[in-house]
């Protein structure tokens, strides 16, 4: 089993950044893609930033602002996010699995992180 945990959420103003951390505990971090989403109060989870299908990728929302980060030695991934804009305000979920985070499914998740972007 995987046990993840994140951190580094909080209240930002517009154009500031945050650095979200996940710790992971279990099994090792290189037998699996690692990544995060988000789930804003009445929307649908979806994927924001990962080590999937062989390289990193960001959901187009994101792309310029985010940079996805991992070490597999420490068990360790990161969301360093800049230029944060309200609509990135949202739980943000740590996930891993063997081959599946760009289509949406882990079988690890996080218990979620706040992040809250004021205007």
């Known amino acids: 089993q995987v046990q993840l945990v994140e951190s580094g959420g909080g209240l930002v103003q517009a154009g500031g950044s945050l650095r979200l951390s996940c710790a992971g505990s279990?099994?090792?971090?290189?037998?699996?893609?690692m990544g995060w989403f988000r789930q804003a109060p009445g929307k649908e989870r979806e994927f924001v930033a990962g080590?999937?299908?062989?390289?990193?990728y960001y959901a187009d929302s994101v792309k310029g602002r985010f940079t996805f980060s991992r070490d597999n030695a420490k068990n360790t991934v990161s969301l360093q996010m800049n230029s944060l804009k309200p609509e990135d305000t949202a739980v943000y979920y740590c996930?891993?699995?063997?081959?599946?985070?760009?289509?949406?499914?882990?079988?690890?998740w996080g218990q979620g992180t706040q992040v809250t972007v004021s205007s």
């Open positions: 080590f999937t299908w062989g390289d990193v």
């Open positions: 996930a891993a699995d063997r081959s599946r985070l760009r289509i949406g499914k882990a079988d690890y």
């Open positions: 279990g099994r090792t971090f290189s037998n699996y893609e």
